[in-house]
């Protein structure tokens, strides 16, 4: 049966997730049983276009490529376009709702909306914005209970490593005490080139040319980023609905040369570290630098690489590590979600 997808936003991650599911279409099915088919594009930027018949990847691709929007497809004639969001959402034949939108991750806006809109039609959404997770977990969970539909976020924490549901199929039957983990990639990258004799400001300039910082490095220097990962860590894996306001915050902004060198000289390393640990029934999360032994596990982890470790009563410390950004990496958790969604559809005709 055929697996109908609607993208909702097209830039570089959705692109990749596109192009993912036409190289791998033939061991998608023979593997998994998922026959994907993309149906509907909307990208606020990018324009929209809708054909329940499907549309072929490579003249989407191209066109927005080449054109700059999708409505430049060829066989547009016979295709909708210019449908909002939620019009291809509600009216599009699509089963899985692809959430990819830039999306304001104070507010959750405009992801929550599109997530709450597909569960209340019936449909199931694979996203990997953080917002919708760490503001509005617990109601967008049961609404997708309630509506019968699949909610999919591996990629809100670790883009491609799959930091959410390793732990939970895994490791299940464990308690898990603590999780503490390197969680940003460009405040790892600049403590290491800082390692290496170079200022914040040089590192942080550095890491800006490579695309690892953002021309406003703010969410990730401060350790907002961060923080909202650990609220979904909270959420998901603890079981603990906690906001991210709740997570205590400090950036490596303030960490100097001078102490980042005297680590090194100590066998210590500066790293910025999220903790959401359960302390006698209760979870409590921050973000915030730490001086590390040589011999913690997460010493080694150097660039732009995140890595995460769980402690468990049973199986002991676990470590996973992998990159935590690329579109490559971050359209691959989408697929992650795409064949459990496919795993879950099969199990319910059982």
């Not at 769980?310 to 989408?334: N, P, R, V």
């Amino acid at each position: 049966m055929t697996t109908n997808i609607a993208f909702i936003g097209f830039g570089g991650v959705g692109q990749a997730l596109a192009e993912i599911i036409r190289d791998r279409k033939n061991s998608l099915l023979s593997s998994y049983g998922l026959d994907a088919k993309v149906v509907a594009v909307a990208d606020v930027m990018k324009g929209s276009i809708y054909n329940p018949e499907g549309l072929d990847i490579d003249e989407l691709l191209k066109a927005v490529r080449e054109k700059g929007t999708v409505e430049a497809y060829e066989g547009a004639a016979q295709a909708s376009t210019g449908l909002s969001s939620i019009e291809t959402i509600t009216n599009s034949n699509a089963d899985v709702i692809v959430e990819v939108t830039f999306t304001d991750v104070k507010t959750g806006e405009p992801a929550i909306t599109h997530c709450r809109t597909a569960f209340e039609h019936g449909k199931s959404v694979v996203t990997t914005n953080k917002g919708p997770v760490a503001l509005a977990y617990r109601e967008l969970a049961a609404l997708a209970e309630q509506n019968d539909a699949f909610f999919g976020f591996e990629g809100t924490v670790m883009s491609g490593t799959p930091a959410l549901r390793m732990p939970v199929e895994t490791l299940a039957g464990n308690q898990i005490t603590e999780i503490r983990g390197i969680l940003n990639g460009t405040t790892n990258y600049i403590l290491t080139e800082m390692e290496k004799g170079q200022s914040y400001d040089e590192s942080l300039e550095k890491a800006q040319k490579l695309g690892y910082a953002e021309a406003d490095p703010t969410s990730d220097v401060e350790g907002y980023d961060a923080r909202y990962k650990a609220a979904i860590l909270s959420n998901y894996i603890m079981n603990t609905p906690i906001s991210h306001t709740e997570v205590e915050c400090e950036g490596i902004s303030g960490i100097t040369l001078e102490q980042v060198q005297a680590a090194l000289t100590e066998g210590k390393r500066w790293k910025l570290m999220a903790r959401i640990r359960n302390e006698n029934g209760q979870v409590k999360a921050s973000v915030k630098p730490e001086c590390i032994e040589s011999s913690d596990p997460l010493s080694g982890v150097t660039g732009a690489t995140n890595a995460i470790v769980y402690e468990c009563d049973l199986s002991g410390t676990i470590l996973l590590t992998g990159a935590g950004a690329g579109l490559k990496e971050t359209g691959f958790s989408l697929l992650i979600d795409l064949i459990h969604y496919q795993k879950e559809k099969k199990l319910a005709k059982i």
